[in-house]
């Protein structure tokens, strides 16, 4: 009797787990009912009257900060299977702005604009407009987005020089600037003139930490989109200081040893023409020294590569002469972009974007205690020592004709 009422229960058991399967997910939302973001712009709304058309409110407050949010939502074009014969092409994205002093209620105001709940857990950038960053903190412009459940903590963070709205327009009908936006960081591989991702989720922990930091810059530039430089974020104040330009940026990864693929042009002392040294691998390692308490840092940068192109007429590339020469060339130049970012971030900036305080922390915690709440400023006086060494290991299909 036992045994029946057990397989009755099991069999119950089995017809209700089918059940509930076939029910669905209780959350799930119908994809056409859904205004699909793709990325997202915050731009400073630099309109004084713009204070005064705030509705719902009694009282006008003149100073508050207007923000001007770009939502990109992907539209029925990208989707759809089949096109008309003759119809003019469309745009596969749809840009809607709107402007207020607060996220949500900017937001909520969309919704009179577009004919779908806007979902943005697709969302795969965030563009932040130069005067944005200048007048608010970066904690104060992401909460928001920090906050929000349907945000993906994966989705990209960048800076925009200039208008962050530019950045998601296109003048090709079938690309989706903030899709675009997110597959040019995976080039990062090939050169060092991207950074690694700067996702939300990072964004988060590096504005805890209270230390300085960079983010990707992006710019429009004659309707095109690229990517150029790196905008640094104070760690005290987390506004937007300043930015770095391609080269510096260069010097960045190279002192950090974050790169991994790129390449170094170089020039021939004798002849003036280019060697062109191509990245297989970067390391770099930063080495603190304490001593009477005056702190210090070394560090080492190794690399690995091949001479990808060369001008120089009697360079033969299989010649050991040859190589130990393009070796030191192009060590020359790795060092001569090594000492300007150095120079950019200790003298100019006076901040702490490469790591050297973390390293402290790690290898010296006591030390780190004394220094840390004033750590950008007591990095701008630290001495930097620096080595580079570079090894042709491939030399490439070429002969030695």
Sequence with gaps: MKRRNFFRFLKGSLI??????????????????????AGTALDLEKKADLSEEIEGQ?????????????????????????????????????????????????????????????????????????DLARTLNLQQILDFFLREQEMRLSGLILFAKDNAKKTLESQETTVIPAFHLFQITKSQERTTKILPS???????????????????????????????????????????????????????????????GGVVKSFDKETSQPIIYEIKSMK???????????????????????????????????????????????????????????????????????????????EYPRVWEKVKKDWDHTFSKIPIKYNVNLTVKDYGTSGSN
Excluded at 82 to 108: F, H, W
Excluded at 230 to 242: E, N, P, R, S, Y
Excluded at 335 to 342: F, P
């Design 284 to 362: 770099s390692k930063i080495q603190p020294r304490v001593v009477n308490n005056n702190i210090s840092f070394d560090v080492e940068i190794n690399s690995e590569g091949s001479i990808a192109e060369h001008w120089v007429p009697s360079g033969k590339p299989f010649e050991n002469k040859f190589l130990k020469k393009a070796e030191k060339t192009t060590e020359k130049e790795v060092e001569r972009l090594v000492k300007h970012i150095l120079v950019k971030t200790q003298q100019n900036y006076q901040v702490d974007v490469a790591g050297f305080g973390n390293r402290l922390r790690i």
């Design 16 to 37: 209700l787990l089918l059940v509930l399967q076939l029910t669905g997910c209780w959350s799930s939302k119908e994809i056409e009912e859904l205004g699909l973001v």
């Design 198 to 260: 700067l996702t939300l989720a990072k964004v988060m922990g590096k504005l805890h930490s209270g230390s300085s930091f960079l983010v990707q810059t992006v710019v429009s530039e004659n309707g095109e989109v690229k990517f150029a430089g790196a905008a640094v974020i104070k760690g005290k104040t987390k506004k937007l200081l300043g930015f770095l330009n391609e080269k510096e940026l260069e010097g960045i990864v190279w002192l950090t040893g974050k790169g991994k």
């Design 58 to 130: 009694e009282e006008r407050y003149p100073n508050r900060v207007m923000i001007t949010i770009t939502n990109q939502l992907i539209t029925s074009q990208t989707t759809d299977t089949g096109k008309k014969t003759g119809a003019p092409q469309q745009k596969s994205y749809k840009n809607v702005s709107e402007t207020g002093d607060s996220i949500l209620p900017i937001l909520r105001k969309m919704i009179l604009k577009i004919d779908k709940r806007a979902f943005a857990q697709h969302s795969k950038v965030i563009v932040i407009g130069e």
